[in-house]
Nanobody, 117 residues
Framework: QAQLVESGGGLVQPGGSLRLSCVAS????????MSWYRQAPGKERDLVAT????????NYADSVKGRFTISRDNGKNTVYLQMNNLKPEDTAVYYC??????????WGQGTQVTVSS
């Protein structure tokens, strides 16, 4: 069964760091554009960062530029999101997303990130 599983979320103080991981099983991410999204309570799901299949093209939401870094290891079938200098407004459920033209896409189940003192 093809799926994405996120991990690494938790409770962190403002200014702290977390590293999220997203492991794919049942398919290879090498052919997929990978993204991280987040959804805060009562809000829509927003795009945080995207990385191309080979990792050469990366885009970030303005709100996380300079603080978050997306990366991928196709050999480990894993995508990462390094989050530094976290702020309370970063509190959300973070989702991993795999997209490939002509193929079905995949969402993970989400991991909770809470930034609070």
């Amino acid at each position: 069964q093809a799926q994405l599983v996120e991990s690494g979320g938790g409770l962190v103080q403002p200014g702290g760091s977390l590293r999220l991981s997203c492991v794919a099983s049942g398919f290879s991410i090498s052919g997929y554009t990978m993204s991280w999204y987040r959804q805060a309570p009562g809000k829509e799901r927003d795009l945080v960062a995207t990385i191309s299949r080979g990792g050469s093209v990366i885009n970030y939401a303005d709100s996380v530029k300079g603080r978050f870094t997306i990366s991928r290891d196709n050999g480990k079938n894993t995508v990462y999101l390094q989050m530094n200098n976290l702020k309370p407004e970063d509190t959300a459920v973070y989702y991993c997303y795999a997209r490939r033209s002509g193929q079905r896409d995949y969402w993970g189940q989400g991991t909770q990130v809470t930034v609070s003192s």
